[in-house]
């Protein structure tokens, strides 16, 4: 009687599998780049500016790939691994971001200034400024540890496994500063929970 014939690999590669393969035809890596450029680009552009982050967003890859020996599969996926690599290189333009919340306030204490309309909507439009630029003031207060474990969760969408694997810190240290900055968060505005523009009740 004759062996069952073993079935050929099923799906797509995984992006671990497809990083080993790049190892011996590197145009394989274009395959990791199309499953996230996109994500990892819209990240960039919700904490920098549009220009550089299309500037960082190639250089996330070119890390990545000039890198991709280095990875260990056994610590974690590669989806929070490109992440850290994006982290890392906003740590280099934190100025620049520095700056974007500071203009972020400034534009929010503007529309505090009545215009012609309704009562209705400049109070709501003032409402809203007024928190937007309590948000804008507290996130540039937070340490860079702090801000970088909250925007990974709240705009990366990464979750506590994949932002410790992006930062190279324990699981435990994550929840902390979590709940640490969502705590502050909520009480500078109010006990709004910032990441879901409801409030604790």
Do not use: C
């Not at 890392?88 to 700056?99: D, F, K, M, Y």
């Not at 505005?189 to 409801?198: E, I, T």
């Amino acid at each position: 009687m004759t062996a069952p014939r073993r079935l050929p690999h099923q799906g797509p590669p995984s992006d671990a599998e497809l990083l080993e393969a790049s190892y011996r035809r590197p145009d394989r890596f274009g395959e990791i780049y199309d499953r996230y450029f996109a994500e990892i680009h819209a990240y960039l552009g919700r904490r920098l500016d549009r220009q550089t982050a299309d500037d960082l967003a190639s250089e996330v890859f070119l890390t990545a790939f000039r890198k991709r020996r280095t990875f260990d599969r056994e610590r974690g996926e590669v989806r929070p691994w490109l992440y850290g690599i994006a982290t890392n290189l906003i740590a280099l333009h934190r100025r620049t971001e520095t700056r974007k919340l500071a203009a972020l306030r400034r534009s929010s204490a503007a529309e505090e200034r009545p215009e012609h309309g309704h009562e209705e909507r400049v109070i709501s439009r003032v409402d809203a400024g007024n928190e937007q630029a309590r948000l804008a003031a507290e996130l540039e207060a937070l340490p860079d540890g702090d801000r970088d474990v909250l925007l990974l969760s709240a705009l990366g969408g990464l979750s506590h496994d994949e932002v410790a694997t992006a930062l190279g810190i324990p699981y435990g240290t994550v929840g902390s500063r979590l709940s640490r900055v969502r705590r502050k968060l909520r009480a500078a505005l109010g006990g709004a929970n910032p990441l879901s523009g409801g409030t604790d009740g």
